[in-house]
């Protein structure tokens, strides 16, 4: 009799204790949190802004500079096993890893940035960062006095693509003749080769910096030779070049994890693709910087409102490619389909996307 | 006063060889606490994550089995050639041969097999022959042209990982990629038997029965005798008939097939893709797994199952201390340098004698 009581009640202190229990995340991260980039934007928007918003509620951990690829499949069998049930994984080149894992354990939750496979227990998040790239390559065409844009770039996936084509395309707005010149580092974050491909830019001319990159070393670059940076991820990028720094496209991860992490401890997250623009403020330009005349900061901020109302569309035809092939015609949107696998540079980019 | 080194004249016995492995270990152990006390965090609690996810849970043990399997292989190729004082520095580049000669057959040679009973031994034949090709082409250029082999087995891995690197850049780069740096996945037929969801597969049983093949070989032929011999004393080797040209390149050729099984196992057994970067280094924590075995193909299952173990624990400590992942690394090298400060103690003794 006594036995069966003292059972009941361990049984109902466990109980208690998983109910009680805070839901346990864990994030895993490409870079250090401290870069000034991409890592630091999911680190601010993700661990910090989860922290403020739920307190006790949740327990965080996260880990730094996982390899993508066949490395990070341990980390996240090691985070699923130790009873994390939602899993951030931060890099492209997680996906494969993530499938994998969330096969092995169906109940725990992973969510996958920049990703496109789905699954029951995996979801995708990302934002529209064509827009504010636009926005920034406006400025970028009205500052140039080369005509010629240098762009840093890490892998030709279509997520970098995209924001190359809606960079162009703001350049072009103001300036039709200019053109923009990319290099591919092969690396999402490698300071001294985002460096190197930056100075060989500028030798070659350019006089505005642009980059897909998480580390601000294009700005420093642009900074050591005289001319105009644009950053990346996060605003802390202007800190690397005060005469050069015009503004970034940047994150603000908080607009997705927030809500995201209250329907998974609510009980009601469901598997989607979530792909938002500036409207749900997941993604922004950067302030300005004084360098930017008044007026071309007001022809921003203009478009600025034209896209958040949906006025206005980057990837609205006509658009032409490389070739001066018709992609788009006018009046046209191309559709989500087409800019989630885009393989082909609008007129105006130099540079070439690596075939098979 | 003053210190004296001297050599010793006994052998060491096993016992003070034991004593100084685990030394060794214990002294980079207590290094590795400074440095984390250093960090900030509480190195107890580092040692007790170290040690107790991956050797104390069966999720934990499961992944440490796993990370064995291809230390292991690699390890016991190395122990062949080490035998012969070979210093094959090259198994990473042979293990990296292995899984290309393993996704070329499951891929794009043999993709049309669909029985795995057919299709893993031609791809477990292609990855170890095109290894034993790397592994031979430093032994062929040491016995014709006498090149050092520590430097050619060192070079040829960056050419390996680059030749990889231009294949899954380029034309290897499958489908629905999305011009992203890995290949298309390997067909049902080219997957290892999985025995458990958490990824026990075949290639870890077949790692463990290497060791025997390995033992027998060395410990029972002709083959291994004249390995031993000509590890010793090349000259006497010749003298009894030994081609010890010939010995180098076949112990290089069969140093070579391992590792590049070993790559053909992870390939079909953990990663169905290959990707730049797929190996953290495997080939080279080898050398030291081998070294610390003291070259005797059972206590490497030992040291390489001890090796897999703290690859997990290491994780362990950066999610749950956040010390950085550069300490993994800084932890292999103390072990290796404790080890080889160890080694020279047993062959030579420090002495104080008046001036």
Request: net charge positive; proline share 5%.
């Amino acid at each position: 009799m006594k036995y069966r009581f003292a059972f009941l009640v361990a049984l109902l202190l466990i109980g208690v204790l998983a109910f009680a229990s805070p839901l346990k995340i864990g994030f895993i991260f490409v870079g250090p949190i401290n870069d000034n980039g991409w890592t630091q934007a999911h680190y601010d928007g993700g661990v910090l802004a989860l922290k403020k918003a739920f307190g006790d509620k949740v327990q965080i951990t996260y880990i730094e500079n996982v390899p993508e690829g066949a490395p990070s499949l341990n980390v996240l069998n090691s985070l699923a096993s130790r009873g994390f049930k939602l899993i951030y994984a931060t890099s492209f080149g997680y996906m494969n890893q993530v499938m994998q894992a969330a096969k092995k354990h169906p109940n725990v939750i992973f969510e996958m940035c920049s990703g496109y496979e789905l699954a029951s227990n995996v979801g995708e998040y990302f934002g529209r960062m064509y827009e504010p790239r636009y926005l920034s390559g406006l400025i970028a065409g009205a500052m140039t006095k080369s005509g010629k844009i240098g762009y840093v770039a890490a892998y030709p996936t279509p997520e970098v693509v995209r924001g190359i084509n809606a960079f162009t395309l703001g350049v072009r707005a103001v300036n039709p003749r200019a053109t923009v010149h990319v290099v591919w580092t092969y690396s999402w974050y490698d300071p001294p080769v985002e460096k190197e491909a930056a100075l060989s830019l500028i030798n070659a001319g350019c006089d505005v910096m642009a980059q897909h990159q998480d580390s601000p070393a294009a700005v420093e670059a642009a900074q050591s030779k005289g001319v105009y940076a644009i950053g990346y991820d996060s605003p802390n990028m202007g800190k690397f070049g005060p005469d050069a720094y015009l503004t970034s496209p940047i994150w603000d991860w908080s607009a997705f994890y927030v809500p995201n992490t209250k329907e998974v401890l609510d009980g009601t997250w469901k598997s989607e693709a979530y792909w938002k623009g500036m409207k749900s403020g997941i993604v922004k330009l950067a302030p300005m910087s004084k360098l930017v005349p008044l007026s071309v900061k007001k022809l921003v901020t203009a478009m600025k409102d034209e896209i958040i109302s949906g006025r206005f569309h980057v990837f609205e035809g006509p658009i032409y490619d490389q070739n001066g092939k018709l992609r788009i015609p006018a009046g046209k949107i191309m559709s989500d389909d087409a800019l989630l696998s885009m393989q082909w540079f609008v007129n105006g980019v130099v540079g070439k996307i690596p075939k098979k | 006063m003053r210190l004296k080194i001297e050599k010793r004249h006994e052998n060491a016995s096993t016992f003070s060889v034991l004593l100084m492995s685990i030394l060794s270990v214990v002294v980079s152990l207590v290094i590795l606490g400074f440095i984390i006390l250093s960090l900030g965090k509480n190195p107890i609690e580092a040692y007790i994550q170290l040690v107790s996810w991956p050797l104390g849970t069966i999720a934990g043990l499961t992944q440490t089995l796993i990370s064995m399997m291809p230390l292991l292989f690699t390890s016991l190729g190395l122990v062949i050639a080490f035998k012969m004082k070979l210093w094959n520095i090259g198994a990473e580049g042979q293990f990296y041969m292995g899984a290309f000669g393993a996704t070329w057959g499951a891929l794009f040679l043999f993709n049309h097999i669909s029985n795995p009973w057919i299709m893993l031994p031609l791809l477990a034949l292609l990855g170890a022959g095109i290894g034993a090709g790397w592994g031979a082409l430093a032994g062929v250029m040491k016995a014709q042209l006498g090149v050092n082999e520590i430097l050619s087995t060192l070079m040829l891995n960056y050419v390996a990982i680059y030749w990889v690197n231009y294949l899954v850049y380029g034309p290897w780069k499958g489908a629905g990629s999305y011009n992203f740096p890995i290949t298309a996945t390997f067909p049902k037929s080219a997957i290892l038997p999985q025995y458990t969801a958490n990824g026990i597969n075949l290639g870890i049983f077949l790692a463990i029965a290497t060791s025997f093949f390995v033992y027998y070989l060395l410990r029972w032929t002709r083959f291994g005798f004249e390995i031993d011999i000509a590890g010793d004393n090349p000259k006497a080797a010749e003298y009894a008939g030994v081609n010890v040209k010939k010995m180098v390149i076949i112990v290089m050729i069969v140093s070579g097939a391992l590792s590049g099984l070993g790559g053909m196992m992870q390939m079909s057994g953990v990663l169905f893709r290959l990707q730049p970067n797929f190996s953290p280094g495997y080939g080279y924590t080898a050398i030291i797994i081998a070294l610390l075995a003291r070259l005797n193909p059972f206590v490497t299952v030992a040291v390489a199952f001890l090796f897999g173990g703290l690859i997990v624990g290491t994780q362990q400590i950066q999610l749950f201390l956040q010390i950085p992942f550069s300490l993994v690394n800084a932890f292999q090298g103390l072990l290796l340098f404790s080890f080889v400060a160890g080694e020279a103690l047993l062959h030579y003794k420090l002495r104080w004698v008046r001036a």
